[in-house]
């Protein structure tokens, strides 16, 4: 990460985020297998674990859901009854963009390191902990702000499945 | 398991064969659909264009992971176990792209508890008749578990004999 932290120029809207456990959610369904064949059907990915039973039970003890797709068992539903407005997973990455009135926004980097492996019947739940935000930033896309947020992941059981880390950008387009 | 790679069979500096995808709307779609991603510019042509001023629906992150877990997988075998991913996007993945995966290990180790693992740089690059020239989208630094020998299974591995 090459985006210092900018914490003493901050509003105190952001200050305040800072280093705080936030929005702790648990997910709204079941780790299930459906996922996994979707996942794999996207990448092409005919890694047994995922398609024999007999592998993942010598292997794995079991079925268990490909590693990279931890953040999905946490992302809303598009729609569901009595939400109102877009639903989106990394809320301190929205509040951002809302907060420094930046419309657009994109990820560029990311590090997901995995823990115990997600396995169908669990009950994900994560936080969201805002590490870092940059000075102002002029980039090809535009003119915004560099952010860090740290994502953890724990199974019903409170174990650690995984921990991502995002960089986003929200930018402002054309203001270079 | 057979044909399963074991860490002796691994040295700095060897590439992992290349896989090439050709990229389709469906692709996109279908990655995005796949880890629940309903931003619309990963499935909404004008809302990229027009909003975003990109050239068309690109790839999402969750599913840029999938295929560089695919790829990694597909070099390891079933018993190569994913420890840590970290990647960076410099440039998007869009339909009429072929993207191309390749990768060197850069260091093979076992740890104070026995883990053999490899660390890999994996790029993803893109070609597409519009933009023949290859353009590096992402890298991916990846720490892998291999098995030490064959009756190794990184995946057994739990608590404070995972460290990844």
């Given at each position: 990460m090459a985006e210092e932290n900018a914490a003493e120029s901050l509003p105190s809207e952001v200050t305040d985020m800072v280093g705080v456990p936030l929005y702790h959610q648990t997910a709204d369904f079941d780790v299930e297998r459906g996922y996994t064949y979707n996942t794999c059907a996207a990448t092409q990915n005919g890694n047994p674990i995922y398609w024999d039973e007999a592998v993942a039970e010598e292997l794995t003890g079991g079925a268990i859901a490909p590693p990279t797709t931890i953040?999905?068992?946490?992302?809303?539903?598009?729609?569901?009854?009595?939400?109102?407005?877009?639903?989106?997973?990394?809320?301190v990455h929205f509040d951002l963009k809302r907060?420094?009135?930046?419309?657009?926004?994109?990820?560029?980097?990311?590090?997901?390191?995995?823990?115990?492996?997600?396995?169908p019947g669990?009950?994900?739940?994560?936080?969201?902990?805002?590490?870092?935000?940059?000075?102002?930033?002029?980039?090809?896309?535009?003119?915004?702000?560099?952010?860090?947020?740290?994502?953890?992941?724990?199974?019903?059981?409170?174990e650690l499945v995984g921990v991502e880390t995002y960089t986003g950008f929200g930018y402002v387009r054309g203001a270079a | 398991m057979s044909d399963q790679l074991t860490l002796d069979e691994v040295s700095v500096g060897d590439a992992l064969p290349s896989l090439e995808i050709e990229v389709t709307p469906t692709t996109v779609v279908l990655g995005a659909i796949a880890s629940r991603?309903?931003?619309?510019?990963?499935?909404?042509?004008?809302?990229?264009?027009?909003?975003?001023?990109?050239?068309?629906?690109f790839l999402n992150t969750p599913n840029q992971a999938a295929w560089?877990?695919?790829?990694?997988?597909?070099?390891?075998?079933?018993?190569?176990?994913?420890?840590?991913?970290?990647?960076?996007?410099?440039?998007?993945?869009?339909?009429?792209?072929?993207?191309?995966?390749?990768?060197?290990?850069?260091?093979?180790?076992?740890?104070?508890?026995?883990?053999?693992?490899?660390?890999?740089?994996?790029?993803?690059?893109?070609?597409?008749?519009?933009?023949?020239?290859?353009?590096?989208?992402?890298?991916?630094?990846?720490?892998?578990?291999?098995?030490?020998?064959?009756?190794?299974?990184?995946?057994?591995r739990r608590g404070d004999q995972w460290r990844p």
């Open positions: 953040s999905l068992w946490m992302r809303p539903h598009f729609w569901q009854p009595g939400a109102e407005g877009e639903q989106v997973a990394l809320q907060i420094f009135r930046l419309p657009e926004a994109v990820m560029t980097d990311n590090t997901i390191t995995f823990h115990d492996p997600v396995r669990d009950r994900i739940s994560n936080q969201q902990v805002l590490k870092s935000v940059s000075e102002p930033k002029t980039t090809k896309l535009g003119t915004g702000r560099f952010w860090v947020i740290d994502v953890e992941f724990h199974n019903q059981r409170d | 991603d309903w931003r619309p510019m990963h499935h909404d042509y004008k809302f990229a264009t027009e909003r975003n001023g990109v050239q068309d629906i560089f877990e695919r790829f990694v997988t597909d070099w390891t075998g079933p018993t190569g176990r994913l420890g840590r991913m970290k990647f960076r996007m410099r440039d998007s993945i869009f339909p009429g792209d072929t993207m191309t995966f390749a990768a060197t290990v850069t260091e093979v180790s076992t740890d104070d508890v026995g883990c053999g693992w490899a660390s890999l740089e994996v790029t993803l690059t893109a070609t597409s008749d519009a933009r023949p020239e290859p353009r590096v989208c992402s890298t991916c630094s990846v720490r892998v578990a291999i098995p030490t020998n064959p009756n190794d299974n990184p995946w057994a």
